[in-house]
DNA sequence: TATGAATGAGGCTTCATTCAT
DNA sequence: GATGAATGAAGCCTCATTCAT
């Protein structure tokens, strides 16, 4: 339990430190200091300081895949529960502004990596659109969502915008109306009419 | 001009770079070396090694708004003048991969800076969205692009979108069916539709 | 106890190295073999390479200061101490004949430092004259050494010709006899006669 | 003749910086823009940066030996020659306070040094001592000098207590009275005597 | 298990020197 | 002869990693 304790002090540092500076930028007596742990304690839980850094996004998509799930399992309508997912996406990447750039890095060099590391990485970043991807499929279910486009690609594309938004408008003053306006587009661009039946049925 | 053939060329060794690694990843070494210069030579031309950075942004958003803003001054229809600017976005962000991740932390860092810097960078950024809403301004005169976000607003949406893009679809075997979804999704969340209409007629 | 061994071995092989050339002449990696530590040690015991040599003379002065005092507590007539302290004196130039360079660069320098640094500095050199002026004050004191001239004056002096000794004369064949001259020739200069004593009652 | 204008141009402008900074922390890039000259020309008229340096002490005392010669070659009687020997001196070390640590450094160093290339250097500081020496050599014919020390050893130790003074007592306020505390304890030390006489005479 | 002093490879930067103009 | 843009060797410093305690 101590283990697991050092251990999770640890990622929520790295995490902390992750909102203010790239990974590059963060040395590991910073982690150590903010986790108050021994620089030599790192060691016994991660191969190295690229392993950590690798386990944050892990833990974080895990828990933003788990917020949006509960919104999934929920009994709300549809369009309540995109408003949740919403919501949620945002918080996440405002509180969360560099984060992605480790989860970009890891992409970028998950060829290098071992084959198991690969799997490992490549099921955490799925976590992200999964749960994205669970709501949206229950709107295409429900007919509200438009079936021309596979949720799981409509769902990567809220959550660009979603970032987009955090580093973009998120500390606007007009805040509260650019939430408005990208909901709005989301939906003009998602949802279901007469013309994207049409398409679904040309594509099936 | 020899002087501006090696900074140029520096330049381009960088940004040539940040296609594959980040900033921190890059070593001087080899950034002289892909320039054909010696490494005093940098510090003829930039600060440092963070200033030679800064400025590979500079260049690359300035051709991408050259590209743009020729697109936006051609005579051709606007659907035409959208499809142009799409490829103009995929083909910029396929081909710098990791460019935005240095603007990104330009925009992390600019609060640390001095204020003409400051102006310097934020100018240049501003050229990434310009030539984008140049477009969308045009399309919104001929009442064929939605009043009701502004364009400068929907230029982000689909500057973001292009880069998701590039990201995640683009070495993709289906890469043209997932382009042509991601036109269709933005063309139905950007367009003027009845219901565009209204909204804007409301917010009027 | 460990730390403290190391930071007192860079020092001592700073100081050694002094011996033979300037601090500018002198490369971390030297200093550092000649400890038997590695090059990030110093770091962790000295700001920089500035830092470290700036502490040598600190060190250094206390020791020659020690062993004058020494000599000054002695209760061996004003000749002998004098004797004494001509012999420490020579030694410690002739020992590190560059040492005084940095002594003379951190003066220089010294207007540029913090105002706690520069306090520091100038305790520490104090030192120097510190302990020959106590001598040449008992020297004063049994009407043996000149009045009209201050022992603080005359300790300068004294250090003055010491320097340039180890440096013209020490490694002379004849050293022996211009050690003769330079005792005879400051024993006329700074002892009291008839002469000084008429100038020391006009001063008064 | 406009190459001896560029070369006197850049000891010149060497000298004045070495007022200031030691040798290693002057740059060629500062010597030339002092010297209004390309960089190129440095080695157009010494062999590098430490040939250039080492000249110019060459020069500096060059400059002192003649003037310290002028008074030995004048009409005046000893104690006005040795008190214009003195305000020389003082002006000169004044002047400069760090040259004289290009020449210990040279001392240091002339042991790397090819035979001719010592042999220059030597000769060139030799003219600090030879100066005084003459002065003091009359001093001694004249019976005025004690006879049991070298003029050349006197000389000597007359420098170094000029130097001292320019580092320690220049600045000071009590100038006039610590350039008369140096001139008496000289005299002092200096001058035949009863005492001085006894020795001499032991010593032939 | 936990620590943090010690390490040294590797990076950035400086600056004396060269050479084409 | 005069220049200064270009060079790269050499040095300082950082920081991930180790290991004795």
């Not at 304790?5 to 007596?29: F, G, N, P, V």
Request: charged letters at 30%; proline letters at 2%.
């Amino acid at each position: 339990m101590k283990r697991t304790d050092k251990r999770t002090r640890l990622l929520a540092a790295a995490e902390a430190l992750l909102a203010r500076k790239r990974m590059h930028e963060i040395t590991l007596d910073e982690v150590v200091k903010a986790a108050h742990t021994g620089k030599g304690t790192v060691y016994l839980h991660f191969k190295d300081k690229e392993d950590l850094f690798q386990q944050v996004p892990e833990a974080c998509c895990e828990k933003l895949f788990c917020a949006l799930d509960a919104v999934a399992k929920g009994r709300q309508p549809f369009a309540a529960k995109l408003d949740a997912a919403w919501d949620t996406l945002l918080a996440f990447h405002e509180r969360r502004r560099t984060l992605f750039s480790v989860i970009e890095s890891q992409q970028e060099y998950s060829s290098h990596l071992k084959c198991d590391m690969r799997r490992r990485i490549n099921a955490s970043q799925g976590r992200i659109w999964e749960g994205v991807t669970r709501i949206l499929g229950q709107g295409a279910a429900a007919r509200m969502v438009r079936a021309d486009i596979p949720p799981e690609v409509l769902a990567r594309y809220m959550n660009s915008l979603a970032r987009m938004f955090a580093r973009h408008f998120a500390a606007h003053r007009g805040r509260a109306e650019q939430k408005a306006f990208l909901k709005r587009f989301f939906a003009a661009g998602a949802f279901e009419t007469n013309h994207t039946r049409l398409h679904s049925r040309r594509t099936e």
